[in-house]
């Protein structure tokens, strides 16, 4: 429900006034929460590196299987060559030795050598083609799990911009009203009716005022730059959440119905079971290495020189299969396994914590939500209680019983409990997605839900002005001051 609801004969919307960025241009239309989340889906730099990631997974598979598939390499060589020869004897009688001739020769060389093998039985690079496919189902969950996180990242920093804009409205419509009475009360020291306390206490609630006003306003700018962080992309306004939002349980109301939806659905749940997969293939692989492997083989090798002026070539083929036996590799292999043991304890010990973990986080946040129902509906109530309680005060600082620091605290408890109602709103409403999102429900169809909710009213990245149509302006005054006398 929007703040217009407890303003009495609220007049139209204040008048915005850009006041943070000159280069904002709005647009006819505001953004709503699904053009933001597309935009998040198609620009996020994290989406993008995680599913580069996956690619690059899935492209290690093929990677591995080459192992398994023909290899054929080919070399060829072409050499001029040029020799030089200085020979010389010596004579067995006399010992004078003689040169008998020096030469050199030039000539060229051809060769060409062409393999192929194909591997019949290697059992390790086998097993670790299944690691590859495991480790692709593993990035299958932990890229969905990205997906989903972004759209709740994505959903928070929406209605934190709403959240943000409520509250500054509560706290500018809070700084008018006690800055008016700020004056009302040194007007009323001027002619002797009230003491200098008093106008020091309205002094001190003005200035924690316009404190709260300011930090509201960083507030809104903050989460106008988170939006633009996630979707790479500035907007100058987006659509309100509308008063008729309804406030109920989740569908199905049963929390265990939630949590075994976790441990079934949850993408980091699954993804840590199948990183357990991973690693047994990981011992799998290690425990293959005392297998030997079987490989076919065919070569070609073909050679030609002209040396002493000699034409013709030489080649020659052959084909086989060998085989390769591992005896003793300094216990390198038994060290493997022992290492990828370790590895899926390890792994296995993970899988149980984020499944508690999840589970834990879906208990709490169906226990939140069902609080926020009930919170909302309290914030609401709060808000006629505390205007009444306002209307009171008044009439009692009129007949001398209340005094004008009683009717500072009601304005403050009344746009406080007006603050705190904007919050419950859009803490049921995150709350509620991200309860979906814990137990692998969240998906565009789900935020398509929640824009439902959207009115098409623009908030503005803008500031409410200080002066006229001003919605709050009932509640501005105070009541007439006490008379002497009295």
């Known amino acids: 429900m929007r703040l217009a609801h407890w303003a009495v004969n609220a007049p139209l919307r204040p008048l915005l006034l850009a006041v943070f960025t000159a280069?904002?241009?709005?647009?006819?239309?505001?953004?709503?929460?699904?053009?933001?989340?597309?935009d998040a889906l198609d620009n996020n730099a994290e989406l993008a590196s995680a599913r580069s990631e996956y690619l690059g997974v899935e492209a290690g598979r093929d990677v591995v299987r080459s192992g398994l598939l023909p290899q054929i390499n080919a070399t060829g060589q072409a050499a001029h060559n040029r020799q030089y020869e200085n020979q010389s004897s010596s004579q067995a009688v006399g010992g004078t030795g003689t040169g008998v001739g020096a030469s050199d020769d030039n000539y060229n060389t051809v060769s060409l050598s062409l393999e192929a093998t194909q591997a019949l039985y290697d059992e390790v690079t086998r097993r670790e083609v299944t690691q590859a496919e495991r480790q692709i189902d593993q990035q299958v969950y932990l890229l969905a799990a990205t997906e989903q996180q972004l759209l709740i990242d994505v959903a928070s920093a929406y209605f934190d911009i709403l959240r943000a804009y409520e509250v500054l409205e509560a706290r500018f419509a809070q700084e008018r009203a006690i800055g008016r009475q700020f004056e009302q009360a040194s007007e009323q020291f001027e002619v002797g009716l009230i003491a200098i306390t008093e106008v020091e206490e309205a002094r001190a609630t003005f200035d924690q005022s316009r404190a709260d006003r300011i930090a509201a306003e960083s507030n809104l700018q903050v989460a106008f730059e988170a939006l633009e962080q996630l979707t790479g992309q500035r907007y100058a306004s987006i659509e309100a959440l509308g008063d008729s939002m309804p406030i109920a349980l989740p569908e199905p109301s049963s929390r265990d119905y939630w949590v075994e939806q976790a441990i079934e659905r949850n993408p980091l749940v699954l993804a840590q079971q199948a990183g357990?997969?991973?690693?047994?293939?990981?011992?799998?692989?290690?425990?293959?290495?005392?297998?030997?492997?079987?490989?076919?083989?065919?070569?070609?090798?073909?050679?030609?020189?002209d040396i002493d002026n000699i034409s013709g070539h030489d080649s020659s083929s052959q084909v086989g299969v060998s085989a390769n036996l591992p005896i003793y590799t300094g216990g390198r292999t038994s060290a493997s396994i022992r290492q990828g043991t370790y590895q899926l304890e390890s792994s296995q010990y993970?899988?149980?914590?984020?499944?508690?973990?999840?589970i834990q986080q879906v208990r709490s946040l169906y226990t939140q939500v069902s609080n926020d129902v009930e919170t909302v509906d309290a914030r609401e109530q709060a808000i006629v209680s505390n205007r009444s309680a306002?209307?009171?005060?008044?009439?009692?600082?009129?007949?001398?019983?209340?005094?004008?620091?009683?009717?500072?605290?009601?304005?403050?408890?009344?746009?406080?409990?007006?603050?705190?109602?904007?919050?419950?709103?859009?803490?049921y409403v995150v709350n509620l997605l991200s309860l979906r999102q814990q137990a692998g429900r969240l998906d565009v169809a789900a935020i398509e839900e929640v824009n439902a909710w959207l009115t098409?009213?623009?908030?503005?990245?803008?500031?409410?002005?200080?002066?006229?149509?001003?919605?709050?302006?009932?509640?501005?005054?105070?009541?007439a001051p006490p008379q002497l006398g009295r």
């Open 350 to 358: 993970d899988f149980e914590s984020q499944r508690r973990s999840s």
């Open 456 to 479: 098409g009213d623009q908030v503005n990245f803008t500031l409410p002005e200080n002066g006229e149509n001003d919605r709050y302006e009932p509640a501005l005054n105070i009541g």
């Open 23 to 38: 280069s904002f241009v709005l647009p006819a239309q505001a953004a709503d929460l699904i053009t933001i989340t597309r």
């Open 390 to 427: 306002l209307e009171a005060t008044r009439a009692g600082y009129e007949v001398g019983t209340r005094n004008i620091v009683d009717v500072l605290n009601a304005e403050q408890n009344l746009y406080n409990a007006i603050a705190n109602y904007a919050e419950a709103r859009y803490d």
């Open 276 to 305: 357990i997969e991973v690693s047994r293939s990981g011992v799998e692989i290690a425990r293959a290495g005392r297998l030997p492997t079987l490989q076919a083989f065919g070569s070609y090798q073909y050679s030609d020189s």
